[in-house]
């Protein structure tokens, strides 16, 4: 039995069913699991002093693209619209391979793990040169990181009417014979898992209607989630429409991509009757702000959404789109643009972060993460208040508002992963150093 204690955090966050926040208040820690909180609690095992800190679940990815983390602020994807800025991306992509998907993926996630981030999923859709799903599952296992990887797919290529060249396009048996693969080899439904692994073709513009459909019976059958990008822009509706004859919400219901355990990216452009939808079907919603403004997508409807009941978490989404990695800041720039969209007390700060955390745990799957209450995985990020950003806040819970945007301590699974605000599990620099050189020679 291995036990840690958190000690005398000054406020806990506990998204637990009343969202309760504690004051002087301490956290046990038991084999991964969270055994008590409370004031006044002893261990034999290792504590950990949290005075001056606030602590709150560790912040839930809900879509990314790790992979992209190699190609930031790339010149000629900085300022085209979505279909352009893929046409611009997709020939440096396909020079990757597996040593290119490991080490961005690990610069990915340590950035997230760094902004709070404890479990994170991921959208890997082309596998040029040899790589494979698995190079990225090692990546979120040297770091500890909990990881939902989906094996994601593109079949249409351009000779066929798609976007993506044809060579990172798979043939649609090759793709779903791989999906089998890396389910069995690597999904684990246990409670705690560290590893969960989704199906995730592109989107509707980059596979055929039968893979959709596929996919999804193949889900049923591994009991596994689904992931896609959905209804992200103008340009995907009409697509939608001149293709297909209907809006995206309808051939997602058509082809079996509703339910709960379906979860759509962007989703920016729903209608009313789309949202009532994913409402009625438990549909979940990775939402992710600042992609959406970087690629001029517009404004997603997270209030209605959320009115309605619907499941919203939050992506950072690829870091060619976006280009940060710090899922802090989507919660804030989450708050900021439902406020721009419908007012200053359309989202509060607090509202912002339960999305961040119990709100991206329910989208994955996850109730038993996301919240601080006994029973749920040690999932722990803590913010040190003392400095400067939170100096003269009123309200230190309202963190999105006033307070830093990366952890001094995080915790997944009890182990910790970030002390004071280091990465205790890779030698970062060397990675950093690493993924530099890689960016050079595709550059080259
Ligand atoms: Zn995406």
């Given at each position: 039995m291995t036990e840690i204690l958190l000690k005398n955090a000054?406020?806990?966050?506990?998204?637990?069913?009343?969202?309760?926040?504690?004051?002087?208040?301490?956290?046990?820690?038991?084999?991964?699991?969270?055994?008590?909180?409370?004031?006044?609690?002893?261990?034999?095992?290792?504590?950990?002093?949290?005075?001056?800190?606030?602590?709150?679940?560790?912040?839930?990815?809900?879509?990314?693209?790790?992979?992209?983390?190699?190609t930031r602020a790339v010149p000629g994807g900085q300022d085209a619209l979505l279909f352009g800025w893929l046409q611009t991306l997709y020939p440096?992509?396909?020079?990757?391979?597996?040593?290119?998907?490991?080490?961005?993926?690990?610069i990915g996630l340590a950035e997230l793990a760094l902004s709070g981030c404890t479990l994170s999923s991921d959208h890997l859709y082309l596998y040029p040169n040899g790589a494979r799903l698995e190079d990225t599952i090692a990546a979120?296992?040297?770091?500890?990181?909990?990881?939902?990887?989906?094996?994601?797919?593109?079949?249409?290529?351009?000779?066929?009417g798609g976007l993506p060249p044809d060579h990172l396009v798979?043939?649609?048996?090759?793709?779903?014979?791989?999906?089998?693969?890396?389910?069995?080899?690597?999904?684990?439904?246990?409670?705690?898992?560290?590893?969960?692994?989704?199906?995730?073709?592109c989107s509707p513009f980059s596979v055929s209607r039968d893979l959709m459909r596929d996919a999804a019976l193949l889900a049923r059958d591994k009991g596994v989630m689904l992931h896609t990008h959905l209804a992200e822009n103008d340009e995907d509706i009409a697509y939608s429409q001149a293709q297909f004859g209907c809006r995206p919400g309808q051939y997602a219901e058509e082809l079996g991509w509703t339910g709960p355990d379906v979860w759509h990216a962007h989703c920016v452009k729903l209608d009313g009757a789309e949202i009532d939808l994913f409402s009625r079907s438990e549909t979940g919603v990775a939402h992710c702000p600042c992609s959406n403004c970087r690629l001029g997508s517009g404004i997603a409807p997270v209030r209605a959404m959320r009115d309605v009941g619907v499941k919203v978490g939050l992506g950072a989404d690829g870091s060619a789109s976006n280009d940060n990695?710090?899922?802090?800041?989507?919660?804030?720039?989450?708050?900021?643009?439902?406020?721009?969209?419908n007012g200053a007390d359309a989202m509060s700060a607090r509202e912002a972060l339960e999305i961040a955390t119990r709100g991206g745990a329910d989208v994955l799957g996850r109730p038993d993460c996301g919240r601080l209450m006994p029973g749920k995985r040690a999932d722990i990020a803590v913010w040190d208040t003392c400095g400067i950003e939170s100096a003269g806040s009123w309200d230190p819970a309202a963190l999105l508002l006033a307070g830093p945007m990366s952890v001094k301590h995080l915790f997944v699974?009890?182990?910790?992963?970030?002390?004071?605000g280091h990465i205790t599990t890779i030698d970062l620099p060397r990675v950093i150093e690493r993924q530099n050189t890689l960016a050079r020679a595709l550059q080259a």
């Open positions: 000054d406020l806990i966050l506990t998204m637990d069913e009343s969202r309760q926040e504690l004051s002087k208040a301490d956290i046990l820690v038991r084999d991964g699991q969270i055994a008590r909180i409370g004031q006044g609690l002893e261990t034999q095992g290792e504590v950990h002093d949290v005075s001056g800190c606030l602590v709150t679940p560790g912040l839930v990815n809900t879509h990314h693209h790790l992979y992209q983390t190699l440096i992509w396909s020079r990757f391979g597996p040593e290119e998907m490991f080490t961005s993926a690990q979120a296992s040297e770091l500890g990181m909990r990881f939902h990887p989906t094996r994601g797919a593109m079949s249409i290529g351009e000779s066929d798979e043939k649609e048996a090759a793709i779903l014979d791989d999906m089998v693969r890396v389910v069995d080899a690597f999904h684990d439904q246990s409670e705690g898992s560290m590893c969960r692994v989704g199906l995730a073709p990695g710090n899922l802090m800041l989507e919660a804030r720039q989450a708050m900021l643009l439902q406020r721009v969209a699974e009890g182990r910790q992963i970030v002390r004071d």
